[in-house]
């Protein structure tokens, strides 16, 4: 059975950083790309940042130049390094794998900006 286990999130102030990791268990396809989406109250959940298998990466605009994405491959395990953050990235965010036959998403895990 597939299992994300997302870990990091929390309360942190304006310009701080924090980390989010997920790990990925259980058997898989070939994992094609793994990413975090972010879903705030009222909003629809939109793509953070994704990283493909051979480390291509995408961002949305909002986090371009404050947020990174990495991966170990090995470990299937996914990381989003985050920081100068802003009250505006307050969101649960969730970890997404891609698989060669479908798509997998953790529980997700909140963060919340604010001081």
């Known amino acids: 059975q597939v299992q994300l286990v997302e870990s990091g999130g929390g309360l942190v102030q304006p310009g701080g950083s924090l980390r989010l990791t997920c790990a990925a268990s259980g058997r898989f396809f070939r994992i094609v790309a793994m990413g975090w989406y972010r879903q705030a109250p009222g909003k629809q959940r939109e793509l953070v940042a994704r990283?493909?298998?051979?480390?291509?990466?995408n961002y949305a605009d909002s986090v371009k130049g404050r947020f990174t994405i990495s991966r170990n491959n090995a470990e299937r395990t996914v990381y989003l390094q985050m920081s100068s953050v802003q009250p505006e990235d307050t969101a649960s965010y969730f970890c997404n794998v891609v698989s060669s036959d479908r798509d997998y998403w953790g529980q997700g895990t909140q963060v919340t900006i604010s001081s």
């Open positions: 990283i493909t298998s051979d480390g291509n990466t």
